[in-house]
């Protein structure tokens, strides 16, 4: 049975192969450390059950506790359950994601910049493993405000859009997606290496 020592003296080079000898029966007590108010402890759990998610499907019947945490006051927790939700979307047999979509793009425009953020580059992976959701997921960042964010966030945030349109554009070409990135191309907030690096990803997709 695992504890929070020895979750701990777990490296960080370590967590892949931890998480893949894990005991199945301590995925419930990970589950638990996940509120708790420390740091430390409830980062490490985080993490040994997002790499236990990219090789085994254990995780995922904890769908609906992560779908709770979206609606937390604590912004971590609403990170955490946007994050191991994404991780599991590949998992998602019985099409959870389609009920659970529109809570998920509320987070885009959640208070913290770093769990916008982080909720767009999620929607990358919802987004590959889930392209019967494309449609929403791609004009949801369309229509996104990046003018409602802080100056020193909207480069950040606009290249993080259009990474998932990107994606998604590969199997789903749409007028709305390339003039939004000919808008991305031609505005004022990316920087010229950003427009090279973008004009470059774009002949590869």
């Given at each position: ?33 996940l509120n708790l108010k420390d740091d430390n402890f409830r980062y490490q759990a985080f993490l ?102 802080k100056e020193t966030m909207r480069k950040s945030i606009l290249l993080d859009i259009l990474n ?42």
């Amino acid at each position: 049975m695992i504890s929070l020592e020895s979750i701990m003296l777990i490296s960080k080079n370590d967590l892949q192969d931890a998480s893949k000898v894990l005991d199945k029966e301590d995925i419930p007590q990970l589950i638990e450390w996940l509120n708790l108010k420390d740091d430390n402890f409830r980062y490490q759990a985080f993490l040994l059950l997002q790499n236990r998610s990219l090789y085994f499907n254990d995780v995922y019947p904890y769908w609906d506790t992560f779908r709770n945490k979206l609606k937390s006051d604590n912004s971590y927790q609403r990170s955490i359950g946007l994050m191991l939700i994404a991780e599991n979307v590949k998992w998602d047999v019985e099409n959870r994601m389609d009920d659970t979509i529109d809570e998920y793009l509320i987070l885009l425009n959640d208070e913290k910049p770093i769990t916008i953020r982080q909720c767009i580059q999620a929607l990358a992976k919802i987004a590959a493993a889930k392209p019967g959701l494309n449609d929403k997921i791609a004009s949801r960042l369309i229509s996104y405000d990046l003018m409602a964010v802080k100056e020193t966030m909207r480069k950040s945030i606009l290249l993080d859009i259009l990474n998932v349109l990107l994606i998604i554009r590969k199997d789903h070409k749409k007028d709305e997606i390339d003039n939004f990135i000919l808008y991305a191309l031609t505005g004022e907030i990316l920087d010229k290496k950003s427009k090279k690096q973008l004009e470059g990803l774009l002949c590869n997709h």
